[in-house]
């Protein structure tokens, strides 16, 4: 039995034709667009050196070198001390200011309570009607101008304060502890000019 020859396969040469080959790499991603990859606008660093970089100022601020922080930070802690205190008579921080006040000069008008107090005009109406209320005001014409409403401590109000005011000299001295007479001054004389410089931030 004769065994047939593997059948060979013959190369056939690309005939001579005019048509280019393309190749595949220069072929479009989506054929018979003219789709074109998006452009990528990167910032123009060529005149800048890399040490130029590194150059931007770092702002940093020290809570603890901060002036108005150091003074609200004193003043929180304090008036939330005192305000536990004044719990026990039924008081609020902004009241007992309001009691302060009218012990020292009575019969003020509103608008000044509202000044001496640090307190919205509209926020220490309805604290005084409050106070009003519970019998520690009384509110009657000005001797001034019949037109305004002067306010002034009732008795009552007047023995409150009279007995809260021991208390609140006692917090002055420890928050001054270490302090003489003349810093003592000095303090109360650069905290008031720091008040009357807060007036600057208002016309900015």
């Given at each position: 039995?004769?065994?047939?020859?593997?059948?060979?396969?013959?190369?056939?040469?690309?005939?001579?034709?005019?048509?280019?080959?393309?190749?595949?790499?220069?072929?479009?991603?989506?054929?018979?667009?003219d789709v074109s990859?998006?452009?990528?606008?990167?910032?123009?660093?060529?005149?800048?050196?890399?040490?130029?970089?590194?150059?931007?100022?770092?702002?940093?601020?020290?809570?603890?070198?901060?002036?108005?922080?150091?003074?609200?930070?004193?003043?929180?802690?304090?008036?939330?001390?005192?305000?536990?205190?004044?719990?026990?008579?039924?008081?609020?921080?902004?009241?007992?200011?309001?009691?302060?006040?009218?012990?020292?000069?009575?019969?003020?008008?509103?608008?000044?309570?509202?000044?001496?107090?640090?307190?919205e005009q509209s926020?220490?109406?309805?604290?005084?009607?409050?106070?009003?209320?519970r019998g520690l005001?009384?509110?009657?014409?000005?001797?001034?101008?019949?037109?305004?409403?002067?306010?002034?401590?009732?008795?009552?109000?007047?023995?409150?304060?009279?007995?809260?005011?021991?208390?609140?000299?006692?917090?002055?001295?420890?928050?001054?502890?270490?302090?003489?007479?003349?810093?003592?001054?000095?303090?109360?004389?650069?905290?008031?000019?720091?008040?009357?410089?807060?007036?600057?931030?208002?016309?900015?």
């Amino acid at each position: 039995m004769k065994l047939s020859k593997p059948e060979t396969y013959k190369k056939t040469k690309r005939k001579n034709s005019t048509e280019p080959i393309q190749d595949v790499r220069s072929r479009p991603l989506i054929s018979g667009s003219d789709v074109s990859p998006p452009r990528i606008h990167l910032p123009d660093t060529s005149g800048k050196r890399p040490a130029e970089f590194s150059k931007r100022p770092v702002l940093d601020n020290d809570l603890d070198q901060a002036v108005p922080y150091l003074i609200a930070r004193a003043g929180i802690r304090t008036g939330q001390s005192f305000s536990l205190e004044l719990r026990r008579y039924k008081l609020t921080l902004t009241e007992w200011r309001v009691c302060s006040t009218l012990s020292h000069r009575p019969g003020q008008r509103l608008s000044e309570v509202a000044l001496n107090t640090s307190t919205e005009q509209s926020t220490l109406s309805r604290v005084v009607m409050s106070m009003a209320k519970r019998g520690l005001l009384v509110r009657d014409r000005s001797a001034e101008d019949a037109r305004a409403i002067a306010i002034s401590l009732t008795p009552s109000g007047v023995e409150l304060t009279q007995r809260l005011i021991p208390l609140a000299q006692l917090y002055q001295r420890v928050l001054l502890k270490g302090f003489s007479a003349l810093q003592t001054e000095q303090l109360k004389d650069m905290l008031r000019t720091l008040y009357r410089n807060t007036s600057l931030l208002d016309e900015s």
